[in-house]
């Protein structure tokens, strides 16, 4: 966790924050100041940048809080928990599948339906939705029989 005394711009919210929205430095001098010296590489794009690496090493996107004592954010280590993926809103046998996949390095359409008892049309559904749904998983080889699902930084 990460916590800093400082606030979100008056009517903001942690949602707005996690929107597109324009940039609105507390301190204008020294945000130019690191602007200037390269530390920050473009404005308002510091939210999209920590989410999109935490996506790209396999991690989930990080949790802001803003409570009267200030500003927090919360970088998690495993979203390959039962716990995280309910809360993600994966169904049981998606979560059956991921934890499945970290357990045994990758899955295939055949395998989900042999592990959760379903069609392919299920299988195939269900795959598709932790791919560009949840983002949990990643295809790999050949599109067809020979797609193979790996978790998402792996």
């Known amino acids: 966790m990460i916590w800093n005394d400082g606030h979100l711009p008056d009517d903001w919210t942690i949602q707005t924050l996690l929107d597109k929205h324009s940039s609105k430095p507390f301190n ?4 130019n100041a690191l602007f200037r010296s390269g530390y920050i590489e473009s404005w308002g794009r510091g939210i999209s940048k920590m989410t999109e690496q935490c996506f790209n090493f396999g991690l989930p996107a990080p949790l802001f809080f803003f409570k009267s004592s200030g500003f927090w954010v919360e970088f998690r280590k495993d ?4 716990n995280q993926l309910k809360e993600l809103g994966l169904n049981e046998r998606q979560i059956k599948a991921v934890l499945f996949v ?11 339906q042999t592990l959760n008892n379903v069609s392919k049309a299920t299988a195939t559904r269900d795959l598709t939705e932790l791919v560009e749904k949840f983002k949990a998983l990643d295809r790999t080889g050949e599109v067809g029989a020979g797609t193979t699902y790996i978790l ?3």
Do not use: F
């Open 102 to 112: 970290k357990e045994n390095g990758k899955i295939n359409n055949s395998d989900y």
């Open 28 to 31: 204008p001098d020294i945000a």
């Open 79 to 82: 979203i390959y928990t039962y």
């Open 152 to 154: 998402i930084g792996s």
